[in-house]
């Protein structure tokens, strides 16, 4: 039998206890079952996060079926002529470019390059017979005249992807941290400010029905003004590959999954963060080198505000889904609180107790989303400054636990 890295999650049925959107997972639990049901995950990819234990509540399961669903396949904008898609790695996200692009009419997958994870499984989706495979993404990129590029590779080798792939005149879609050090952000920056060249990164947490909804809510002042966030991120250690021991590899716990919480904040509270201490060390996981286990960051908002993020790896193995994500904003006239567990909840100015708003949906995927401000001008979810100022943030707190100081942005 195949092993999990020998078939991609998003070709296998989704079992409980799988990954969520944002940590792709250990590889003992398969770190892309999330992206298994092809047909949810291109119809409904950001409903995932609420289910992906298998055992959500049900007042949760009732809220999540009660929100608008998404565009499904046959609604998605088309755009007006075939795309040519290629691929590097399989690190991460990727299932949320497949998924489309096995769907999308106007997508072909023509292409894709190994990296660490073996890619021919991908090969017996049907609609992916005929992808070629490469075993460098330089000769991918030499052969093939591609239009998008999916960035989805080991962390540490992600910027020469997408720098090659820009040189290519190719929009690129990278798997996040889009860098690693402010040398490398400032080559991406300078790279994908050219004319013509659309850039994102796959940060799925927005499009998820309760932190979408979440987002709404703040914008439309269900709360007021934001004062403070606080957020965590849980995960089972389980059995991760080798580069996540390495630094040069990994970059730090903060640019792998605390990149989701920060993106999620300043998209909800609409503030940037001006400052940032930040603790991150391995503690008591020693056979994973230069991988932290445990971290914490204080950041500072621009209004005066406070945002925290705890994060771990030491998750119960027994628990009954890889992570544990919780969100909570507390605004001038309310507090939304988000936790996997329970979905989103509201306690407003005025209110005696939580209540449950009814959710929304982004009504379309996030590569979709992408496809169509790229190609019909209409502006995606994700704006490229966002993603750039995230990862200078994470980037600080790395700064910040190195020199044991406050790191002014």
Known sequence: MPSSHSVPGFLRRAVPGSATPDDPGPAAVSRRELFASTTRAASGIAAA???????????VMAAQEAAPRQQDPP????LGRKLRVGVVGLEGHPGLVL?????HPDLELVAIARDTVPVDGVRRRREFQNTRIYNDFREMLDREQLDVVGACNTNGRRVAVILAAVAKGCHVIAEKPVALNGEE??????????PGIAFTSLLPMRYEPPLYTMGMMVREGAIGEVLLMSGQKSYKLGSRPDWFKNRELYGS?????????????HWVSGLRFTAVYSYEQNVKAPGYGEMEDLCGAVMHLENGGVATLSMDYHRPDSANSHG???????????ILEYRLADGLMLLSEGGKALEKPALRRPPLPL??????????GQPMLIQREEIFHVVKTLIAARESDQTHKRVVL
């Open 367 to 376: 590569f979709v989303d992408f496809l169509q401000e790229t190609y019909l």
């Open 99 to 103: 998924d489309v692009a096995a769907q």
């Open 75 to 78: 609604a998605w904008p088309r």
């Open 324 to 334: 544990d994500d919780r969100l909570r904003v507390v605004g001038t006239k309310g």
């Open 253 to 265: 716990t903060m640019l792998w999954i605390g990149v989701h919480q920060l993106d999620l904040m």
């Open 185 to 194: 952000l400032a080559a991406v920056r300078q790279a994908v400010s050219q």
């Open 49 to 59: 996060h609420v289910a992906i234990g298998g055992m959500a509540s049900a007042p």
